[in-house]
């Protein structure tokens, strides 16, 4: 061979060479990525008997951890997996972690428990997804670990519930790709404590960081999935937990959100002066944050306010302004709002303390993202049930509200108590929600008048008038309200509610024959008589502007109503008057159902302003002895159907849901307490047999 040829076959074979060292590292580096890391037990002997106290701190550790929310399914074994997890690939179900040695994890060593929870490998090798937030739990002390692995070994009931196999396409469901995920975004690394911070807050900063997880919500995912800090500290520190859309909802900033009173009152109860939790949160407070220490609940709130933000700190509550916003009685979302919002946000956006959520000074009314509330107005929200507030209250979705009836809803919301600088919500946004969350709709006949479209009237501004006269009675005809109550005190969400004294079509039945009278009457005569007894009050002057206000409203509702026609949803019903009352029974229910908005006393519920939010069921300030509710069949009606809101998730209201007897028996005991007389009583019924119940 000549030298020319060997020369020329020179970078050839290191070229050759050079690739196969490359192969050789590469084929290392993969499998050192791949390969988990190894199962390491403790130096320390495992306790061989049940230890009550470690068993307790496990349980507290796992409560920290709000294992359960995750780990049991709807209706199922708590701990025996089958929830499922929507991520962008698909759906991942958790899997049963109760000793159960077959299908759960009672075949784990403390080593190999310590290695899922650090690493997200099971014992068996194969990589968990990232749903299961390892990346904090790696933060756990070894303390901790052990308190809690010997908690589920032998403080949680086994269970043989099969782990259900997630549904997740190719190439997703190749597990062996998450060693490259965790190799890159999973540093494993314990909990240091910050030399230069006292007790207190590293206990919070170790909680929030680790146990309590908080960063999987509430803080920003990057390009792979990945939260893209997992603490203050790092270039990318500031983004921990400043807010993140999850599953359709936006998990607030929680930095430097609110005082550390504040904040602990929040996770100790589910509310507080800002605000009521929803979504997933719920949950964390129902098994999970209520039953912290408060010592625990201080460290994590004092960190959380440590948190450098942008946005200014908040003090004290904003105070609660009386006054209704200018646009709510003249725009479309505002008259919506009208409607189907007051009863419980009220005109102000106040609320009502310790019930229904504040809309003014709440930060998911004022942040930029209007997921949550595109949720909450197309799936509803239930309060978290705590110590503090066991009974639960739920707002229905309004799925059955148009897409653009939504958005305008929301935009009034968070124009009036929000950012008004914020984009406007639109309905293609609320459509592409209602798309993804599919919400139940309910189907009942019965179709809601929407107050908005008066609007599109030429005697607008008189309809108005007439609405507002229905909702705002007692403040606007104070000459003519003797007690507390308004129209809409018995004829729900401005007379529009099916079963709840609607206005739909009323205006076609009158003149008609009324027994308690004798005689027949007009609309007007009704209108009045409603003055006089429910309202305790002085009648409207038959040809005045008022009066006409009303009946223009009423006409309104009337449609295409005959005198002959039924009408869906007309009227409160009727209960039996077969059913045989128990007064002490409706005590009972009156205590549990009713007095959290009419008062323990049936005095009402009064706001910081003195104003009534909810009226008095007996009294000087309630309806007199003249008033149809006056009568316990017809007072068992209107509860039975209409009484208590916020009781379920049934559109408008979530009202009624009592039984036909509980209802008879809290009818028989609020309308027998003493309230005021009607001396013209005595001419009623002149013709007609006078019903059983009356009281006169």
Same mark, same amino acid.
């Given at each position: ?151 589920? *070994? ?222 909450? *107005? ?88 007439? *609405? ?66 429910? *309202? ?161």
């Amino acid at each position: 061979m000549s030298s020319d040829s060997q020369s020329s076959s020179q970078p050839a074979r290191h070229r050759w060479t050079i690739l196969a060292v490359l192969v050789i590292l590469g084929s290392i580096i993969f499998w050192r990525v791949v390969t988990p890391p190894p199962i390491q037990e403790p130096g320390r002997a495992l306790p061989d008997a049940a230890d009550a106290a470690l068993i307790a701190r496990g349980k507290y550790v796992a409560e920290v951890g709000d294992c359960v929310a995750c780990h049991t399914a709807n209706g199922g074994t708590p701990m025996a997996g089958g929830r499922p997890m929507e991520t962008p690939f698909g759906v991942l179900y958790s899997t049963n972690i109760t000793p159960d040695a077959a299908t759960g994890i009672g075949a784990y060593s403390f080593g190999a428990f310590d290695r899922a929870m650090r690493h997200g490998v099971t014992a068996d090798g194969r990589r968990l997804y990232p749903a299961m937030p390892y990346p904090s739990y790696a933060k756990i002390t070894p303390d901790d670990m052990l308190a809690l692995y010997v908690y589920l *070994m032998r403080g949680v009931p086994p269970s043989a519930t099969p782990n259900k196999p997630m549904d997740i396409g190719f190439p997703f469901n190749q597990r062996w790709g998450l060693a490259f995920w965790d190799a890159v975004f999973n540093s494993a690394q314990p909990f240091t404590p910050d030399a230069n911070q006292d007790e207190a807050w590293n206990r919070g900063a170790y909680l929030v960081q680790g146990l309590g997880h908080c960063g999987a919500c509430h803080t920003p995912r990057g390009i792979g999935f990945q939260e893209v800090a997992l603490s203050e500290k790092g270039g990318s520190g500031d983004k921990f937990l400043s807010g993140a859309k999850v599953e359709e909802w936006n998990a607030i900033n929680l930095r430097n959100l609110w005082t550390v009173k504040d904040t602990v009152e929040l996770l100790k109860t589910g509310q507080n002066a800002y605000s009521t939790v929803s979504g997933s949160m719920t949950e964390v407070i129902n098994h999970s944050t209520q039953h912290f220490t408060d010592a625990d609940l201080v460290a994590m709130a004092t960190y959380l306010k440590s948190l450098p933000s942008d946005r200014p700190a908040t003090g004290t509550p904003p105070a609660r302004s009386a006054s209704v916003p200018e646009s709510m009685f003249t725009t479309r979302g505002g008259l919506a709002y009208a409607q189907f919002c007051t009863d419980c946000h009220r005109l102000n956006g106040n609320g009502v303390p310790k019930v229904f959520p504040p809309l003014a000074g709440n930060p998911t009314v004022a942040d930029k993202d209007p997921a949550t509330l595109v949720h909450l *107005m197309l799936t509803g929200w239930q309060t978290a049930q705590t110590q503090a507030h066991p009974r639960i209250f739920t707002m229905p979705g309004f799925a059955r509200l148009r897409d653009d009836e939504i958005a305008e809803i929301i935009n009034f919301v968070r124009a009036s108590w929000g950012d008004p600088s914020h984009p406007a919500v639109t309905a293609a946004q609320v459509a592409a929600a209602r798309a993804t969350l599919d919400p139940r709709v309910d189907t009942r006949p019965f179709e809601t008048p929407r107050i908005a479209d008066v609007l599109k009237e030429p005697n607008a501004e008189q309809l108005v008038r007439g *609405m507002r006269l229905n909702t705002e009675t007692r403040m606007l005809l104070p000459n003519h309200v003797g007690n507390a109550l308004n129209c809409t005190s018995c004829h729900m969400n401005g007379g529009t509610v099916a079963d709840g004294s609607p206005y739909i079509g009323i205006s076609a039945f009158f003149p008609s024959y009324a027994p308690r009278a004798g005689r027949i009457i007009t609309l007007e005569d009704r209108i009045n008589g409603c003055f006089l007894r429910s *309202m305790h009050g002085k009648p409207l002057a038959k040809d005045g502007d008022d009066m006409k206000a009303m009946i223009a409203y009423f006409d309104w509702m009337k449609r295409e109503t005959q005198p002959e026609d039924k009408v869906e949803g007309r009227g409160v019903g009727k209960v039996s008057m077969d059913i045989k009352p128990d007064p002490e029974n409706g005590k009972r229910i009156y205590a549990d159902q009713c007095a959290v908005c009419h008062g323990q006393n049936g005095e009402g519920l009064k706001d910081e302003h003195g104003q009534f939010v909810y009226p008095p069921l007996w009294g000087d300030e309630s309806f007199n002895i003249g008033a149809g509710m006056a009568r316990t069949y017809t007072a068992a009606a209107f509860v039975k159907r209409n009484m208590p809101i916020a009781f379920h998730a049934g559109f408008p209201l979530g009202q009624g849901g009592l039984s036909d007897q509980e209802a008879v028996d809290v009818g028989e005991y609020f309308s027998h307490m003493p309230r005021p007389d009607f001396p013209p009583k005595v001419n009623d019924w002149p013709k007609d047999k006078k019903p059983a119940d009356s009281r006169y």
